[in-house]
């Protein structure tokens, strides 16, 4: 790679394809969680969730439309790793009241990535001056923390109990 490809701006460039990608995994496998709850506070949040998505994903557009690029993922192998965990406790807890908290689990694990990389393209797109992108992976970081939030209050009010 030669050193002018080796910038931020470069790679910001490429943790967003990586995050656009990994957004496209979780729109994917959410609505086969949300089947699989057994709570119904659980199913809707899984379904807000989706719909939350669906929105940062065009977020996401729009900070590529800003580069003046296309949108296009990179395959987001951690995802694909957290996606495959979500699946297994589908299929192992499917029986289970421990089902529930096993998909609050994966979801969490998916929430806590979604924050990080949010996190970091907001401070490097802050540091490029990239106002738009800033305002963007904020509101999407936002979301994500709050979606994290209500998971913890269902664990800790429900999921968790029932489990136990």
Not at 44 to 63: C, G, M, Y
Not at 139 to 150: G, I, M, P
Request: proline share 1%.
């Amino acid at each position: 790679m030669a050193s002018q490809s080796r910038t931020l701006e470069n790679l910001m460039l490429d943790t967003l394809k990586d995050i656009y990608s990994a957004e496209k995994q979780v729109l994917r496998v959410l609505p086969k969680m949300g089947k699989a709850a057994r709570s119904e506070e659980l199913k809707k949040a899984l379904e807000n969730h989706r719909k939350e998505t669906e929105k940062q994903i065009e977020r996401l557009e729009k900070v590529f439309e800003t580069l003046d690029k296309t949108p296009r993922g990179k395959t987001c192998e951690a995802m694909q790793g957290l996606v495959a965990e979500g699946e297994e406790i589908m299929e192992e807890f499917s029986d289970s009241d421990a089902l529930d908290a096993g998909l609050v689990s994966a979801n969490q694990s998916i929430e806590h990535y979604e924050i990080a990389r949010y996190g970091t393209l907001r401070t490097w797109a802050r540091q490029l001056g990239m106002d738009e992108a800033v305002k963007l992976f904020e509101e999407n970081l936002e979301e994500e923390k709050k979606a994290d939030a209500l998971l913890t209050k269902l664990a800790e009010q429900e999921a968790n109990q029932k489990a136990a």
